[in-house]
């Protein structure tokens, strides 16, 4: 294999690693991926060293010419959640490793899932919000409380999206879902008696809860990535801070417009 070739398969491998970190896949799955697509093509030495925020690899041929060592660093400056795209880049990576697909055709492919679209914005607020609504049943929320939850949730997941979609970060995007989830809980408890604000609000925070952050950092712990495991513990703390700051401050300055209640 020649030094062109060698480079650009390293290439297609940070590419097929950066596609999964910024979709919200565990570093140890990013790591394995890169090491079988490069051992794959004749590199005897891989090392692939992979942080929530950054991917580092060298690899080697064993050779004696001290050019023939390479070394790529991508940084990973925004973090999502699309486990469709994480599947796809699997599926690749089986099919390149077993079989003889080109360095050319294997980044085509690549382009062709990061290019992915998700599901339209529209269909991800109903569904975060049909989500959210059954989540305040399972708190005994009645059918009232169903339906608020639904709406104030439908209304939490566009606005964090689209805040999303205009570069805002990730602690500002869940303080205002926080505050928006308690705000619309508290307006709908108005329309009837029977609504409770804390009901509805349990349920629409759901979709800003950070469930796979957290369980990333467990299975991260428990793989031995002890930094990459305690940045995602971080980042779901810091998520859950934002959501719990954005609520409570609407709460509380209700409290105090209206004389010291809620209901």
Known sequence: ???VNQKKLLVMAVYAGEIMLKNGAETYRVEDTITRLC?????PYVDAYVTPTGIFVSVDTKGQMEKEMLSSVKRIRSRNINLNKITEVNDFSR???EGSMSVEDGMQQLRHIDGLASYPLPLQAFMGGVASAFVALLFGANLLEFISALITSIIVTFSIKKLNEAGFTLFLNNIVGGCLAAFFAILLSYLHPSIDVDKVIIGAIMVMVPGV???????D???GDLVSGLARGIEALLIA??????VGFVLKAWIILIGGTLI
């Open 221 to 223: 712990t428990i793989m």
């Open 213 to 219: 952050a957290m369980t990333n950092a467990v299975r």
């Open 39 to 43: 051992q794959s093509r004749n590199y």
């Open 1 to 3: 294999m020649n030094q």
């Open 241 to 246: 801070i934002s959501i719990a700051f954005g």
């Open 95 to 97: 099919k390149f490793v």
